[in-house]
DNA sequence: CAACCCCTCGATACACTGTATTGAGCAAAT
DNA sequence: ATTTGCTCAATACAGTGTATCGAGGGGTTG
């Protein structure tokens, strides 16, 4: 007390107390993410879109990663589980093309993917799904590795995917930019006749877009499972 | 010059600057990932490991996103390419192990890995070997699919493996206190009913080696390619 | 109705991050 | 011999995750 009464101004009349959730923290967050990408999600940020000081948000969290998890699973929540009666194959394809259409309505969902152990409830309703679109009447081990090995593949591919588009919205939105930026290295390189099949490629090959190329390679991993 | 010359310290009598390069700043960098993992590598931590001021890195490097990519094409370096006589699947299959290899001695190569564009000569050089490997008599589409394919279920599964491997030693290194923290919660997941096929796996499955599901996986995919 | 207590929440603080700016000292060039 | 330019370190700043603390209000008890 190293004022007067009369010199100190009045607490500033805190405001009601929002009530706050951790599905309401989750879902700010996520709509943070979803224009800003991931380093757009601080937690002084989400508390501050929800009207609240920071260290609120650690009676709903421990830690920022618990954040980052549940946000995980929320996306995992979305993708849309094939009803039981599907065949194996055609399950295990809807669940993969599921997965990257949530990374093109999130695309910092291709960050997180496949990098922290999602034991959310969702993300153990999708790996349900997939192990009992997998399971047959062999051993069970059969299954996880089948699921493994597509969970896998779609990872991977959806994180080629975005990073590809990153590298061309990045440098700007128009090719043009990106041409005269990374377009001269690439030239540069491609002469030093290190990479003649990749000079080739650049060269002759037309890029087919994402979705056909994710498809194809869907298949030619679905078609190597010698699943019933 | 506030002060006196005879009050005034002399100037510390700077340190000869140790010489530096773009290769010694990567190394230090990927020996302090090696033990401490990517949290570990701060542009202060690198700079005081290499006994220079942190604004001393910024000569080599325009920002850190360019040092992770330094070291992420480090380690694709590292990477042996199969000799082009390899016939097309055993170099892919090569490829694939040397990639988890490098992986195994570097964990934090799994957190960079498709995470960022490889544009790097030794990333280059990786593509390159792979594309070659593909590249059959049809046309050039089909192998660049079929490197895309492979590669994404590796890096996919390769991440996989080391989150695993995380969820154990996170918890502490003896699987005891795994148990103790993650089962219960995932007894009670099982108990709701909602997960069947999940809960017979954990019941039912001998958990193979990372060794083996990786293998098993790879087989899967590279029979699906229909490569010559 | 009054007094207490707990518990929730915000303010403050700390260590740390990446990076911009500034200024000092030395080497080379004029 | 003087100036110029370049290299590097010190300082500074905004932002991060999180620990600590103190005040305030709501519910429970006298």
Chains 1, 2 share one sequence.
């Not at 291709?110 to 997939?130: K, M, Q, V, W």
Request: charged share 25%.
């Amino acid at each position: 007390m190293d004022e007067l009464v009369w010199e100190r101004p009045e607490p500033p009349a805190r405001a009601a107390p929002v009530p706050l959730s951790r599905a309401r923290i989750v879902e700010t967050a996520c709509a943070l993410a979803d224009e800003g990408g991931l380093e757009a999600v601080s937690l002084r940020k989400v508390a501050a879109a929800l009207g609240s000081g920071p260290m609120r948000l650690y009676g709903y969290l421990d830690t920022k990663e618990e954040l980052l998890d549940l946000m995980t699973d929320a996306v995992y929540g979305e993708i849309p589980l094939p009803d039981p009666e599907t065949e194996g194959l055609a399950a295990l394809r809807a669940l993969a093309h599921g997965c990257r259409a949530a990374v093109q309505r999130h695309e910092w969902f291709a960050d997180l993917i496949g990098g922290r152990p999602g034991l959310g409830p969702n993300a153990l309703a999708y790996l349900e799904a997939s192990l009992a679109a997998a399971a047959g009447p062999g051993p069970i081990e059969d299954a996880m590795i089948t699921v493994f090995t597509v969970h896998s593949y779609v990872t991977g591919a959806v994180r080629s995917e975005i990073r590809e588009r990153r590298l061309i919205s990045d440098t700007g939105l128009d090719e043009e930019s990106w041409q005269r930026a990374a377009a001269p290295y690439l030239q540069r390189m491609f002469d030093s006749g290190r990479y003649p099949t990749l000079l080739r490629t650049a060269r002759d090959a037309v890029h087919p877009d994402g979705d056909a190329v994710f498809s194809a390679g869907l298949d030619r991993v679905l078609s190597g499972l010698s699943l019933s």
